[in-house]
Each structure stands twice: as C-alpha cells, then as structure tokens.
T-cell receptor, first 115, second 115 residues
Framework: AQSVAQPEDQVNVAEGNPLTVKCTYSVSGNPYLFWYVQYPNRGLQFLLKYITGDNLVKGSYGFEAEFNKSQTSFHLKKPSALVSDSALYFCAVRRPMDSSYKLIFGSGTRLLVRP | KAGVTQTPRYLIKTRGQQVTLSCSPISGHRSVSWYQQTPGQGLQFLFEYFSETQRNKGNFPGRFSGRQFSNSRSEMNVSTLELGDSALYLC??????????????FGPGTRLTVL
C-alpha cells in the first residue's frame, strides 16, 4: 500500500534561518513526488515536484526539495525562511503506473516562522 | 487563465440531508479530482473524473458520488449526511497530457458543516 509520512506535526524556525520539512514515502516503483502549501481558508498551492532526473528540485518561492531514493525521502528545504512562509505543508505521492492523477498525501506539517 | 472555482464556498446542512458541490476546472483541463480534508483524517482522495468517466475512486461509502459534464465541470453529491461528513471538500484539475506526471491545481474548497 502507498503511504506518505510527515513525522513532524510542527516545525519552528526563526526568520532568516534555513528550514527543512521532512517527508518519507512507501510506494512500489519510482513514484512522482509533490509538495503543496496551504494557507488558512485556502486551497492547496503547488510548490514543486520530482518526476525524474536531478535529485535536487527547485520550486516556487525559493523552496527546493531533495529526492533520496535509498532513504525514500523527499525533504522540503529553503535556505532562508520568511515569516510569510508560515503555513501548512503537504507532501504527496503518485504512482506513475496508475492511469490517474490521484495523490496520496501525508498528514501535513505546520511551519511557524518567528520574526 | 482563471483558476479552479468551487461553489458554494460555505454550506451548512443538517443530518440526513443531501448536498451537491460544484467545481469548474481550469479551461482545457479534463481531469477533475475531489478530496476531503478533515483535522482527523487529513486529505483523502474521493474520486477522479476524466472525460466524463470515473477513472479512480477512493475508499468512501456509496453516499459519496460524483459526475462530470461534457464541459469538464464536475459535481459531487453526498446523500444522507452524517456529522462526520463535515469537512473541507477540495476539487483539483490537471491538464490532459500523456502520462500522469502533471501537478494538480486546487480550488479554494467548499466548507461543509453538518449539524
């Protein structure tokens, strides 16, 4: 069965410091991996995805993520956090062999960036 | 291009009633998926429609149903509402290219409260 784990319910970081939001997955084959962000009372906004190729993926708003196949991880990172980055972050996975756009989401990690 | 739109944004119903939610995808997108978001269960996939056909279905009871029209607009229906159906219902659309590597674009959601 497919699953995505986000081991931290909340991550706290000071503005200007680097941030990491962790994600591990359990999917057969080589999955597609995604990060989304959700602001209060809003839908999900796409940040970045890994399909194939370079393990370091760059996305919107200065975020990047590193795919590690041996550790089955896809951690989200940003070199310098902003207060405006405070939001709920979701990691998601999709199996390429599925003829569907269905996403399996992790439980979400709340990022709090303090001034 | 206009984003994914969902109507209504907020809805209050009582137990036993039924409800219909509407989603208009981004112009040109033929895949529409629905997700349920609750504090306890997180983001869960309900179903996906592509070219008016249900392509994938999540693990929800038969009270949850959907359909897609020829213009790609989609509706989901929940009959015999239960308190546990209170949730944010998110619609997402994807462009129609070969394979399923595209990200999904989410609407703002419909907040359903069942009393």
């Amino acid at each position: 069965a497919q699953s995505v784990a986000q081991p931290e319910d909340q991550v706290n970081v000071a503005e200007g410091n680097p941030l990491t939001v962790k994600c591990t997955y359990s999917v057969s084959g080589n999955p597609y991996l995604f990060w989304y962000v959700q602001y209060p009372n809003r839908g999900l906004q796409f940040l970045l995805k890994y399909i194939t190729g370079d393990n370091l993926v760059k996305g919107s708003y200065g975020f990047e993520a590193e795919f590690n196949k041996s550790q089955t991880s896809f951690h989200l990172k940003k070199p310098s956090a902003l207060v405006s980055d405070s939001a709920l972050y979701f990691c998601a996975v999709r199996r390429p062999m599925d003829s569907s756009y269905k996403l399996i989401f992790g439980s979400g990690t709340r990022l709090l960036v303090r001034p | 291009k206009a984003g994914v739109t969902q109507t209504p944004r907020y809805l209050i119903k009582t137990r036993g009633q039924q409800v219909t939610l509407s989603c208009s995808p981004i112009s040109g997108h033929r895949s529409v998926s629905w997700y349920q978001q609750t504090p306890g269960q997180g983001l869960q996939f309900l179903f996906e429609y592509f070219s008016e056909t249900q392509r994938n279905k999540g693990n929800f009871p038969g009270r949850f149903s959907g359909r897609q029209f020829s213009n790609s607009r989609s509706e989901m229906n929940v009959s015999t509402l239960e308190l546990g159906d209170s949730a944010l219902y998110l619609c997402a659309s994807s462009p129609s290219t070969s394979g399923n590597l595209n990200e999904q674009f989410f609407g703002p959601g419909t907040r359903l409260t069942v009393l």
